[in-house]
């Protein structure tokens, strides 16, 4: 009875196993058009906020002298 109890629990482990690889080979999926667009508005808002940082230290830096 043991054994078939410990065999059991081995096909489990290997099929938990095997399924975790698969699934991180799919990690790469596609992104859908609309996640595209968002993401590309984000990046847009993100790099116009950094710019806006670097001209108000500039300023400050400026002001300073």
């Given at each position: 009875m043991k054994k078939y109890?410990?065999?059991i629990m081995m096909c489990v482990s290997?099929?938990?196993?095997a399924f975790g690889l698969s699934g991180?080979?799919?990690m790469n999926f596609e992104k859908s058009p609309s996640t595209?667009?968002?993401d590309k508005e984000s990046n847009k808002s993100k790099k116009e906020k950094l710019l806006?940082?670097?001209a108000e230290h500039s300023r400050k830096l400026?002001?300073?002298?």
């Open positions: 109890i410990l065999l290997l099929q938990s196993f991180l080979g799919n595209k667009q968002t806006k940082e670097k400026a002001s300073k002298n």
